[in-house]
Nanobody, 118 residues
Framework: VQLVESGGGLVQPGGSLRLSCQASGFTFSSYFMGWVRRAPGKGLEWVSDISSSGVNIGYTDSVKGRFTTSRDNVKNTLYLQMNNLKPEDTGLYFC????????????WGQGTQVTVSR
């Protein structure tokens, strides 16, 4: 089972980035997928979850209206479109899987760094 994030980088405030998470080794279409981030010097913060079908999506309040989570169950890939980025969005972004919304995340990627700065 493997999750590999990509797409992070340095962007100015107000800019956009699109993160990807390539999954392998499990039945991607059967799992909820999530994005979690860790800001410098802080703990883990849940960002978003998407159901296995992609119909149900949830976001933490601070990213609602700016971030969009989606998935492609043919390509086994999870996405996070991040618009109007703010300095407080800076952090290491992880994708993770879980069998349902009530379960803990089982597998985590290595993370991709997002830095929002002038």
């Amino acid at each position: 089972v493997q999750l590999v994030e990509s797409g992070g980088g340095l962007v100015q405030p107000g800019g956009s980035l699109r993160l990807s998470c390539q999954a392998s080794g499990f039945t991607f279409s059967s799992y909820f997928m999530g994005w979690v981030r860790r800001a410098p010097g802080k703990g883990l913060e849940w960002v978003s979850d998407i159901s296995s079908s992609g119909v149900n999506i949830g976001y933490t309040d601070s990213v609602k209206g700016r971030f969009t989570t989606s998935r492609d169950n043919v390509k086994n890939t999870l996405y996070l479109q991040m618009n109007n980025l703010k300095p407080e969005d800076t952090g290491l972004y992880f994708c993770a899987n879980r069998p349902d919304i009530a379960s803990v995340y089982l597998t985590w990627g290595q993370g991709t760094q997002v830095t929002v700065s002038r």
